[in-house]
Nanobody, 118 residues
Framework: QVQLVESGGGLVQAGGSLRLSCAAS????????WAWYRQPPGKQRELVAT???????NYADSVKGRFAISRDNAKNTVYLQMNSLKPEDTAVYSC????????????WGQGTQVTVSS
């Protein structure tokens, strides 16, 4: 497992952008996969984006074309670039990592609040 700390959340107007960061405690080069999840107020957590160790990405339909997940191995950090934000993107965003071959995310950050005003 790794320790994950998110940052970059905040309040933004609709149409604006934010970049979330997920800093890992150690090297991320060997991590199998990454994910960003979000939990809107009063709703269940949902998967937003994934990134495999091979660079393959996948996105929820609701964010395709607006969000982008990426990583910087040198900085041990994964990012979520969020553009054209909508009020319905308001949620607590958390990053997660799959650190073993077992297909589940075993490391989680504490989350960062993103609020989009209309």
């Amino acid at each position: 497992q790794v320790q994950l700390v998110e940052s970059g959340g905040g309040l933004v107007q609709a149409g604006g952008s934010l970049r979330l960061s997920c800093a890992a405690s150690g090297s991320i080069s060997s991590i199998y996969a990454w994910a960003w999840y979000r939990q809107p107020p009063g709703k269940q957590r949902e998967l937003v984006a994934t990134l495999t160790r091979y660079g393959n990405t996948n996105y929820a339909d609701s964010v395709k074309g607006r969000f982008a997940i990426s990583r910087d191995n040198a900085k041990n950090t994964v990012y979520l670039q969020m553009n054209s934000l909508k009020p319905e993107d308001t949620a607590v965003y958390s990053c997660a990592a799959q650190t073993t071959w077992v297909a589940r995310y075993d490391s989680w950050g504490q989350g960062t609040q993103v609020t989009v005003s209309s």
